[in-house]
Structures are given as structure tokens and as C-alpha cells.
Nanobody, 129 residues
Framework: QLQLVESGGGLVQPGGSLRLSCSAS????????IGWFRQAPGKEREGVSA????????SSADSVQGRFTISRDVAGNTVLLQMNDLKPEDTAVYFC??????????????????????WGQGTQVTVSS
């Protein structure tokens, strides 16, 4: 059974940076597309970035393009989300999730949480001065 654990969240000032990690156990991430989602209070969970682990194909939401970068660490069976130039509207709980539908382009998978079968517990990111 695949298990995912997020880390790296915290409090940062506007314009600052954080790097989130999604560490996997129980299976190789080569079998999955990994997505980062976020959910702010009172809002729906939204897709942020995704990577098909085996091919390194990536996609990111328009709201984070040019600021967030998703990447993989093959040896560590981990997916990273580098977040730069953070804004108050980036404040949310960030979740990583795994979808077995790796043949579907990551941009399409980010459009729905239903494509993802395994979820981490989430990590809080707060952007505030």
C-alpha cells in the first residue's frame, strides 16, 4: 500500500520561498503521477502542480506558473515542490496525492481530485507579514 508523507510547510513572509517534500513508501512512484493540491479555508481543493514520475512530464496551474517548480528525487522516491515568490493567496494546506492513471497527461489529472487514489495528511503553508 502506497503511503505519502508531506513535509516542509511553515510560515513565510510574502516574497519568500518554501520547499515541500512528498515522501513515498510501500511502492515505487514510477507507477504514478504525483500531484500537489491545496485547500484554503472555505474553498475547494485545487490542483497546483503534477509530475508523471517515470517520464518527468509536468504541469502547473496558471496561478503558480513561473513561481512553483515540481521535480522528482528518484533515489529518495520523493516529489518536491519548490515555491518561490510566495503570496498571501498561496496560504493553504498543501496535500500530495498519487494517481495510477499515468498515461493521462498531468494537466488533465490536476483538474479533478477523483483521479488520485492515495493522499498524504497535508502540510500547512502560511504566507503573512
Amino acid at each position: 500500500q502506497l503511503q505519502l508523507v508531506e513535509s516542509g510547510g511553515g510560515l513565510v513572509q510574502p516574497g519568500g520561498s518554501l520547499r515541500l517534500s512528498c515522501s513515498a513508501s510501500g511502492a515505487s512512484l514510477d507507477l504514478y503521477t504525483i500531484g500537489w493540491f491545496r485547500q484554503a479555508p472555505g474553498k475547494e481543493r485545487e490542483g497546483v502542480s503534477a509530475i508523471t514520475f517515470a517520464s518527468e512530464s509536468t504541469s502547473s496551474a496558471d496561478s503558480v506558473q513561473g513561481r512553483f517548480t515540481i521535480s522528482r528525487d528518484v533515489a529518495g522516491n520523493t516529489v518536491l515542490l519548490q515555491m518561490n515568490d510566495l503570496k498571501p493567496e498561496d496560504t493553504a494546506v498543501y496535500f500530495c496525492a498519487a494517481s495510477p492513471h499515468r498515461q493521462i497527461p498531468p494537466r488533465a489529472l490536476l483538474a479533478t481530485t477523483r483521479a488520485f487514489d492515495f493522499w498524504g495528511q497535508g502540510t500547512q503553508v502560511t504566507v503573512s507579514s
